[in-house]
């Protein structure tokens, strides 16, 4: 996250003091002349306070430690969730803090596959562990619950603080309608199995192993589109995209307190505890269902995608409420856009190699669901203008589906739900 101070001048890592830096700013100051167990342990420790106060979130970093020793000692089920649920959160932070560092110093190409890969790594590696458990419903949720919660609670707060300023905000209109009709294209990929699930006819056994070889179709298909979408975004057409990149001085605050070392480091140590919180979290899931009679679909589509985003959300509501609409739109609908063309397509690659079912026949519930979230958000983003109205709208939409979701029980049955979808679009 880019600290509030001034934009400062480029210079080396290692020596050239700027007046800055002797007011405690900026990069922090390794002393080439003093003694060399001074220098280090100094330096390595200006560029840890720098990074713990790259968020307020941070002070949550306390609560990891306990998170790990909670599920290492096998505590109270609950517990276990809490302690690793708060843990993730400062977690998510150091790990978009650390991205957004390296990927400052890597350019504009290797920066955007940075961001690409480690932009929802934790979304990533919560639903690797699940998956690895065997947990296909937790990984669906969590991949609907993530787009959901960028499409319409991030995008409609972003709206909402752009807003509070100003009485209309205008963005790229352009930008904008691409990124939407990719989502239509990722809601079309939800669509097709249902549909063809509920058509099929043929013995259980049968009609999986159809639904299998589409998903597995599909999903490849989808990377080849998110591929072409990344060379569409950094080269054929970067100066459509170059508005969103006008961050002005917090611009040039990214990249200064990390070397691509340490942010490297950074990103490893990081992942590794996610990955490790993730382990318990996913772990203890089962226990609370049963004790707190919370579904698996309500804890994987709104609980843990809160987490996973919570850095990036409060990101793109500030730069809206400054009034960069470009950079809080490419923000929540670009991360949704990875998770749709990306991460969920990986996922059932990654499923199909691990011999689980993971598919991407969702609930009829939740596909009917997710396509109205993506209609509403086109007929909001196509005029390129917002208001704080628009964002209610949004924020409202976002609550009728959680309070939907948190009455919707794990064992539904979706026919019904995808026989009416199926007459809705015939009569349309």
């Known amino acids: 996250m880019p600290e509030a101070n001034g934009a400062l001048a480029t210079t080396p890592l290692l020596g050239g003091q ?17 003694p060399k167990y001074i220098s280090y342990p100094k330096y390595l420790g200006e560029v840890t306070w720098k990074t713990l106060a790259s968020n307020y979130v941070n002070v949550l970093l306390i609560v990891v430690p306990f998170g790990i020793i909670a599920g290492a000692l096998k505590w109270n089920p609950t517990a276990v969730f809490v302690l690793n649920f708060v843990a ?15 990927s400052a110093k890597l350019g504009q190409t290797l920066g955007g596959l940075m961001n690409a890969t480690f932009g929802n790594a934790v979304e990533l590696i919560v639903s690797i562990v699940a998956l690895r458990e065997g947990e296909i419903r937790i990984v669906q949720s969590s991949m609907l619950g993530s787009i959901l919660s960028n499409i319409l609670l991030v995008l409609g707060c972003c709206f909402l603080a752009g807003g509070i300023r100003q009485q209309e905000r ?49 999903a490849i298909i989808l990377l080849i589109l998110y591929l072409l979408y990344l060379y569409f975004q950094l080269y054929s057409h970067h100066d459509l995209f170059d508005v969103e990149n006008q961050g002005g001085d917090d611009e040039e605050e990214n990249g200064k307190v990390l070397s691509p070392i340490a942010a490297g480091v950074a990103l490893v140590l ?156 015939s009569s349309a």
């Open 270 to 425: 990081v992942t590794l505890l996610v990955a490790v919180c993730a382990e318990y979290l996913v772990d203890s899931i089962d226990s609370i269902v049963e004790t707190a009679h919370i579904s698996k679909t309500f804890i994987g589509l709104v609980l843990l995608p809160i987490v996973g985003n919570a850095a990036e959300h409060v990101t793109a509501v500030i730069v809206a409420y400054k009034g960069k609409m470009d950079l809080a739109i490419g923000v929540a609908i670009g991360s949704s856009l990875q998770i749709a063309l990306f991460v969920t397509p990986f996922l059932v690659i990654l499923g199909w190699i691990m011999h689980q079912p993971m598919t991407l026949h969702f609930q009829s519930f939740e596909t009917v669901v997710f396509f109205l979230s993506v209609l509403v958000v086109n007929y909001l983003i196509q005029d390129g203008k917002s208001n704080y109205l628009e964002g209610a709208m949004c924020l409202g939409t976002y609550t009728i589906i959680a309070l939907a979701f948190y009455v919707y029980p794990d064992d539904a049955n979706g026919d019904l739900g995808i026989n009416f979808f199926q007459n809705w679009l």
């Open 88 to 102: 993730i959160i400062p977690l998510a932070a150091l790990l978009s803090f650390a991205t957004e560092e390296l």
């Open 18 to 34: 700027r007046e800055s830096e002797q007011h405690g700013h900026g990069r922090p100051h390794f002393d080439e002349n003093a």
């Open 170 to 218: 205008s963005f790229n209109e352009t930008v904008a309608s691409t990124m939407s009709s990719l989502m239509a294209v990722a809601s079309a990929s939800l669509i097709i199995p249902a549909t063809l699930y509920a058509s099929l006819r043929k013995s259980a056994e049968e009609t999986d192993k159809n639904i299998l070889l589409l998903s597995h179709g599909t």
